[in-house]
């Protein structure tokens, strides 16, 4: 049974990047045809697809973000990544990753709560 | 971007009651549509993929149907753990989008 994990600092000031990881546990992050997704939710607020990266390394990204997010993986330590530049309050949102398989997100992370603040 | 837009935005039902929640995209998405099921601070929860497909253990009382631009999503008979919010998302094309949501009370 495959379970994600977020982890990174959840306190991180404006105009900083935000840098969280993703851990994957109980199977390789390598086998199967699965995306890795990074998805946010501000406070009380609806769900934002920030965007993806595929076991290959290629990446798809929002365009309301696509100039301040990098998204890599590291298969090694079975891991994914998400850095998000030049952080402001409206970053602000539990970020959780996810596993994309054939078109639908079916394993999430429990999620990890990341305040922009000074 | 294509745009989801769930309705109604919040409702009330009692237990027992038939619920049905829809959604509606700015364009053909085929059946990539997924729906999901989040209760507060929790992750959202896979309910039904490709617009009618019932993921694995989610309970028989969840339906979905739909195709092109117009989509539901059906509870046949209420439970109290079914009071959360719903979400719809599109997966025809990246960025995915996703609904703003439904949030089902107790009436």
């Known amino acids: 049974q495959v379970q994600l994990q977020e982890s990174g600092p959840g306190l991180v000031k404006p105009s900083q990047t935000l840098s969280l990881t993703c851990t994957v546990s109980?199977?390789?992050?390598?086998?199967?045809?699965?995306?890795w997704s990074w998805i946010r939710q501000p406070a009380g607020k609806g769900l934002e697809w920030i965007g993806r990266?595929?076991?290959?390394?290629?990446?798809n990204y929002n365009p309301s973000l696509k100039s301040r997010v990098t998204i890599s993986v590291d298969t090694s330590k079975n891991q994914f990544s998400l850095k998000l530049s030049s952080v402001t309050a409206a970053d602000t949102a539990v970020y959780y990753c996810?596993?994309?398989?054939?078109?639908?997100?079916?394993?999430w992370g429990k999620g990890t709560t990341v305040t922009v603040s000074s | 971007d294509i745009q989801m837009t769930q309705s109604p935005s919040s409702l009330s039902a009692s237990v027992g009651d038939r619920v049905t929640i829809t959604c509606r995209a700015s364009q053909s998405i085929s059946s990539y549509l997924n729906w999901y099921q989040q209760k507060p601070g929790k992750a959202p929860k896979l309910l039904i993929y490709?617009?009618?497909s019932l993921q694995s253990g989610v309970p028989s009382r969840f339906s979905g149907s739909g195709s092109g631009t117009d989509f539901t999503l059906t509870i046949s008979s209420l439970q109290p753990e079914d009071f959360a919010t719903y979400y719809c998302?599109?997966?025809?094309?990246?960025?995915?989008?996703f609904g703003q949501g439904t949030r089902l009370e107790i009436k």
């Open positions: 996810a596993r994309e398989r054939l078109h639908y997100m079916d394993v």
């Open positions: 490709a617009a009618s």
């Open positions: 990266i595929y076991t290959s390394g290629s990446t």
């Open positions: 109980g199977g390789s992050i390598s086998s199967g045809s699965y995306y």
């Open positions: 998302q599109q997966s025809y094309s990246t960025p995915r989008t």
